[in-house]
């Protein structure tokens, strides 16, 4: 079993920035991608960032050019930086990772969330 373990988030003012952070623990396992997903309050969770092991990074259009995924593979961590924050980034963030297991068997893990908040 593998568990995701965030921290990072909180309440920041409109055109602050905060950094997520995710790390992956367990064993027997390999990380092909991680990512992070939103879901603010009455709406549905979208993708915001996902980065593979190879670096290939994928943004959601409403954060590009503000938001920054990054890994570090020794760790099996990503970090999200959110720069130049709105209000309706105020969210639930969630870090997902895409996993193989000793077998090559393909498996996914969900963190808890962690709370963003935007105050205008």
């Known amino acids: 079993q593998v568990q995701l373990v965030e921290s990072g988030g909180g309440l920041v003012q409109a055109g602050g920035s905060l950094r997520l952070s995710c790390a992956a623990s367990?064993?027997?396992?390999?990380?092909?991608?991680m990512g992070w997903y939103r879901r603010a309050p009455g709406k549905q969770r979208e993708l915001v960032a996902t980065?593979?092991?190879?670096?290939?990074?994928n943004y959601a259009d409403s954060v590009k050019g503000r938001f920054t995924i990054s890994s570090d593979n020794a760790k099996n961590t990503v970090y999200l930086q959110m720069n130049r924050l709105k209000p309706e980034d105020t969210a639930v963030y969630s870090c997902?990772?895409?996993?193989?297991?000793?077998?090559?068997?393909?498996?996914?893990?969900w963190g808890q969330g962690i709370q963003v908040i935007v105050s205008s």
């Open positions: 997902n990772a895409d996993l193989a297991d000793i077998l090559g068997v393909d498996f996914e893990s």
């Open positions: 367990g064993s027997h396992f390999s990380v092909n991608a």
């Open positions: 980065i593979t092991r190879g670096g290939s990074t």
